[in-house]
């Protein structure tokens, strides 16, 4: 099985490794998240950015938010990028929710704009690599971050100048600035200047509109769910709350673009040492939408879906069997979990290993959207 730490021990210590050092992987960050959560629920959370730069060592950055329907924008003073290429802001972690990042360049010209940093532009799936000459060619692209919850993570953008015929005599110089690996954005898409984004006053951005999302898990109450949307780099992982199931249900709200690719974690009050962390299939082979599924037909499969093939909903049901049952754990048989969608849902690979029906992970399941 791939697997998913899990013990609430173990996450504190993720949770303190985080807050002393760079995330270097989605797996570690997602989990030190949640950690971060539990034990500072109290206290407003932070993450520190690490703005890295190439291109323009003399630019300088300004964290923006302006959210559309909400009053004021909130910023940052401007920073200048030193010859370590890095420029570096702690902020309230809500803040990074519809984040867009103002550049300025000493050499621009005749470009009467704030330059923004572009984080996707439109054709491009989270976590892939741009080049300039993408960026460049790119017609419509996005400027706001969706945000984090990571206690620190470092965002990569390069800048080069775009030459373009302006007035007679005022030939333009801009900044020509993006995400060097697409990250996970909100809308607006809008046109581009030879790839550039710009604005005047702030960069508005919409947030995504939400799906209530409920799972029916009868006889498993006490249970602690969490749902997420891996991905490869920690910037673009999305982690939900933990939950509790409670009268045989329990409920989330995820913003609807992150449904597809949604996983989704349970941890049962009867498990013993199994060394993973039992995650939901939502498909098992052989198996079409809607296609209904028995205990007995759970329990004959080998392998698993993990990955939600989303929705657009706006409101939403999935049955689940929960059921205790006995694994190979860490020192032999112990207690264990199967959870599974009583009907087949839409699907997304990767297909993970498993035993009679049980899918277990220890890292973050980015998967293929």
């Given amino acids: 099985m791939t697997r998913v730490r899990r013990g609430r021990g173990l996450a504190a210590i993720l949770a303190t490794i985080a807050a002393v050092t760079l995330a270097t992987t989605a797996q570690n960050d997602a989990h030190a998240a949640t950690g971060s959560a539990g034990a500072a629920a109290h206290k407003p959370a932070r993450t520190t950015l690490h703005i890295h730069v190439t291109g323009c060592d003399r630019c300088s950055v300004q964290l923006q938010q302006a959210v559309n329907g909400r009053p004021g924008v909130w910023q940052t003073g401007k920073q200048r990028i030193g010859s370590d290429h890095e420029a570096t802001f702690r902020v309230r972690s809500r803040h990074t929710d519809g984040m867009s990042f103002a550049f300025r360049a000493p050499w621009a010209r005749n470009f009467y704009a704030v330059p923004n ?139 609807r673009p992150l449904t597809r690719g949604l996983s989704m974690t349970v941890q049962a009050p009867w498990e013993g040492d199994t060394g993973y962390t039992t995650v939901v299939a939502f498909r098992y082979p052989g198996h079409d939408v809607g296609d209904a599924v028995s205990f007995a037909d759970a329990r004959s499969h080998k392998r698993g879906f993990a990955c939600w093939g989303g929705t657009s909903h706006t409101d939403l049901t999935i049955p689940l069997t929960v059921r205790k049952v006995m694994v190979r754990g860490t020192f032999g048989r112990t207690a264990g979990t199967i959870a599974y969608a009583n009907t087949t849902q839409s699907w997304l690979r990767p297909v993970l290993p498993g035993r009679k029906g049980v899918i277990g992970a220890q890292d973050l399941i980015a998967c293929q959207r």
């Fill in 117 to 255: 940093a572009v984080t996707q532009y439109a054709g491009h799936s989270i976590d892939s690599t741009i080049g300039r000459k993408v960026a460049h060619h790119a017609r419509r692209a996005e400027g706001c971050w969706a945000g984090t919850r990571l206690g620190s993570v470092r965002l990569d953008f390069h800048v080069t100048p775009v030459h373009a015929a302006g007035q007679p005599g005022e030939p333009i110089t801009a900044p020509l600035v993006y995400a060097t690996h697409t990250m996970s954005s909100w809308r607006p898409m809008v046109k581009t200047f030879h790839g550039t984004i710009a604005n005047q006053d702030a960069f508005y951005c919409s947030r995504p509109k939400t799906t209530k999302m409920t799972f029916r898990a009868p006889g498993c109450n006490g249970c602690e769910v969490q749902v997420m949307d891996g991905a490869f780099r920690p910037e673009n992982v999305w982690v939900g709350r933990n939950r509790t199931v409670r009268n045989g249900a329990v409920t989330f709200r995820v913003p």
